[in-house]
């Protein structure tokens, strides 16, 4: 079983930063991909950013050059810097990530953390 503890959320005012954190724990073999994902009230959830186990990236057109994803592989733990926050950012963040509990390919799992609200008053 995989186990995804998220930080790092709060509260910020326009223009602001905040630094998201999420700690993969228990028993598995490889994690291939670990993201971000946000779901605003009354919307659907959506991604932010992802990130591979050889780093690549992938972002929403709405947080480039805004949100940075990043990725601790000894640690199985995935960051995301956002800066420059509007009131749009305002949602529960929720952490994701993929791979294989053993060796075998039917081993797949995709879990999710649990959320961490963030909040940029308008």
């Known amino acids: 079983q995989v186990h995804l503890v998220e930080s790092g959320g709060g509260v910020v005012q326009t223009g602001g930063s905040l630094r998201l954190s999420c700690a993969a724990s228990?028993?598995?073999?490889?994690?291939?991909?670990m993201g971000w994902y946000r779901q605003a009230p009354g919307k659907q959830r959506e991604l932010v950013a992802t990130?591979?186990?050889?780093?690549?990236?992938n972002y929403a057109d709405s947080v480039k050059g805004r949100f940075t994803i990043s990725r601790d592989n000894a640690q199985n733990t995935v960051y995301l810097q956002m800066n420059s926050l509007g009131p749009e950012d305002t949602a529960v963040y929720y952490c994701?990530?993929?791979?294989?509990?053993?060796?075998?390919?039917?081993?797949?799992?995709?879990?999710w953390g649990q959320g961490t609200q963030v909040i940029v008053p308008s």
């Open positions: 990130i591979n186990s050889g780093h690549a990236t």
């Open positions: 228990g028993t598995f073999f490889r994690i291939i991909s």
């Open positions: 994701n990530a993929r791979g294989y509990e053993s060796h075998l390919v039917q081993s797949v799992f995709d879990e």
